[in-house]
C-alpha cells in the first residue's frame, strides 16, 4: 500500500518570507499524481497544486511550486511571499493510477506570522 | 449552489444512534467518495464508487455503510454510533475516465462534522 509521510506538524513563516513544507512517498507504481491540499479554518479542501509523476518539470501556481524529486520520493511544496491566507493546514496527497485512490499524509499546520 | 454539497454540517448525536450523512453533486462526475478526518491523522478513505454499481471498502470501513442511490448521490450511515467515530467526514467525486485525463482530481464538500457522545 501506498504511504505518504509529512515529517512537519507545524510550521510558521513570517509573513512576506519563502517556506518549505515536505512530503516523501513510497510507492511501487510508476503512474501516478502527486498532490497538495490546502485546509483553512473553513475547513474547504482547496487544491493548491499538481504533478505528474511522468513529467520532469516541476509544477508551479503563482506563488506555489513544488520541487519533485521522484527517485528519492519526495515532493516539496514551496511557498514563496508567505501570506495571512496562506495560513491552513496543508495535506500531500498521492494518486496511483492501479489503486483509483487518494492517499493523504497526515498534515503539517502553517502559521503565518504578521 | 456548491457542485458538491454535503448534509447536514454539523450534528451531534447519541452513543448507538443511527445516522446518516448525504452527499448530491451536480458535476456530472462517476466517481463518489468518502473520507473521514481525525486530527493528527489526515483524511483516510472509508468507501469510494465508481458508478452506481460499483461500491469499494476503502481502508476504515468498519461500523460504516454506504449507499449510492444515483448517479448523483452518496450516503454514508453509521447504524450504531460510537464516540470514536467522532469526526469530520468529506464527500468528494471524480470524473470516471483513465487517470491521465482527471480522474485522479477530486472535488470535495464542505464537510459534515459528526459529535458522538
Known amino acids: 500500500a501506498q504511504t505518504v509521510t509529512q515529517s512537519q506538524p507545524e510550521m510558521s513563516v513570517q509573513e512576506a518570507e519563502t517556506v518549505t513544507l515536505s512530503c516523501t512517498y513510497d510507492?511501487?507504481?510508476?503512474?501516478?499524481?502527486l498532490f497538495w491540499y490546502k485546509q483553512p479554518p473553513s475547513r474547504q479542501m482547496i487544491l493548491v497544486i499538481r504533478q505528474e509523476a511522468y513529467k520532469q518539470q516541476n509544477a508551479t501556481e503563482n506563488r506555489f511550486s513544488v520541487n519533485f524529486q521522484k527517485a528519492a520520493k519526495s515532493f516539496s511544496l514551496k511557498i514563496s511571499d508567505s501570506q495571512l491566507g496562506d495560513a491552513a493546514m496543508y495535506f500531500c496527497a498521492y494518486y496511483g493510477a492501479g489503486s483509483y485512490q487518494l492517499t493523504f499524509g497526515k498534515g503539517t499546520k502553517l502559521s503565518v506570522i504578521p | 449552489d456548491a457542485d458538491v454539497t454535503q448534509t447536514p454540517r454539523n450534528r451531534i448525536t447519541k452513543t448507538g444512534k443511527r445516522i446518516m450523512l448525504e452527499c448530491s453533486q451536480t458535476k456530472g462526475h462517476d466517481r463518489m467518495y468518502w473520507y473521514r478526518q481525525d486530527p493528527g491523522l489526515g483524511l483516510r478513505l472509508i468507501y469510494y464508487?465508481?458508478?452506481?454499481?460499483?461500491?469499494n471498502k476503502g481502508e476504515i470501513s468498519d461500523g460504516y455503510s454506504v449507499s449510492r442511490q444515483a448517479q448523483a448521490k452518496f450516503s454514508l450511515s453509521l447504524e450504531s454510533a460510537i464516540p470514536n467515530q467522532t469526526a469530520l467526514y468529506f464527500c468528494?467525486?471524480?470524473?470516471?475516465?483513465?487517470?491521465?485525463?482527471?480522474?485522479?482530481?477530486?472535488?470535495f464538500g464542505a464537510g459534515s462534522r459528526l459529535t458522538v457522545l
Open positions: 510507492t511501487s507504481e510508476s503512474d501516478y499524481y
Open positions: 464508487s465508481f458508478d452506481v454499481k460499483d461500491i
Open positions: 468528494a467525486t471524480s470524473v470516471g475516465r483513465g487517470a491521465g485525463s482527471g480522474a485522479n482530481v477530486l472535488t
